[in-house]
């Protein structure tokens, strides 16, 4: 296994337009985490899945974002109408249920213009 | 809820120098303490975790942490640098019974200079 990816690497985007970014975690893993990290802050807990179900979202995550995982596989995460302030590296990270220890993709960075 | 403070936000060292990056977390719950670290252009790694028993936990490349409880801290130790360590350290917690969410601090840059 090649660890958890991320795609697109970088994004740059628009004020206004929706982007669309991908995980695929780790295969063996059932839970995949979304974070966001912003310049100089350590990252930020959006949203986790335990397969397909979404069992926790931070207050950070606004109504413009919206995150799936519809085959416990592979997740997306959806920004709709970008803002400046949304511009940060999105991470992704996975692991196994009850497992203390998550592993962590490239990220995605989104800058918005 | 937890929280996590990471006292110095950059701390440079001369190669060979013993180094000490400071954490300390609040949290109304037990926890896990973990450090990650993220080399330039990199993605996160974990460094070493603490889950329960000796309070002193060590990684495969010389870096050491000791929980704490009474002074609520996880520091990060080790004894000689190298260049190689310049990096991001991040201190994290999560709690033990609920989820595994990460509660990340904002992150130390070392920077180990020759």
């Known amino acids: 296994d090649t660890g958890v990816s991320q795609d697109p690497r970088h994004k740059i985007t628009k004020r206004g337009q929706n982007v669309t970014f991908r995980c695929d975690p780790i295969s063996e893993h059932n839970r995949l985490y979304w974070y966001r990290q912003t310049l100089g802050q350590g990252p930020e807990f959006l949203t986790y899945f335990q397969n397909e179900a979404q069992l926790e979202k931070s207050r950070l995550l606004s109504d413009r974002f919206s995150a799936e995982r519809p085959k416990g596989s592979f997740s997306t995460l959806e920004i709709q109408r970008t803002e400046q302030g949304d511009s940060a590296m999105y991470l992704c990270?996975?692991?196994?249920?009850?497992?203390?220890?998550?592993?962590f993709g490239p990220g995605t960075r989104l800058t918005v213009t | 809820a937890q929280s996590v403070t990471q006292l110095d936000s950059q701390v440079p060292v001369f190669e060979e120098a013993p180094v000490e990056l400071r954490c300390n977390y609040s949290?109304?719950?037990?926890?896990?303490l973990f450090w990650y670290v993220q080399y330039p252009n990199q993605g996160l790694q974990l460094l070493l975790k603490?889950?329960?028993?000796?309070?002193l936990v060590e990684s495969i490349n010389g870096f050491e942490a000791e929980f704490n409880k009474s002074q609520t801290s996880f520091h990060l130790r080790k004894p000689s640098v190298h260049i190689s360590d310049t990096a991001e350290y991040f201190c994290?917690?999560?709690?033990?019974?609920?989820?595994?969410?990460?509660?990340f601090g904002a992150g130390t840059i070392l920077r180990v200079k020759s």
């Open positions: 990270a996975s692991s196994f249920a009850g497992g203390n220890e998550q592993y």
């Open positions: 603490y889950l329960s028993g000796s309070t």
């Open positions: 949290s109304s719950v037990s926890v896990y």
């Open positions: 994290a917690v999560s709690e033990r019974e609920y989820g595994n969410k990460l509660v």
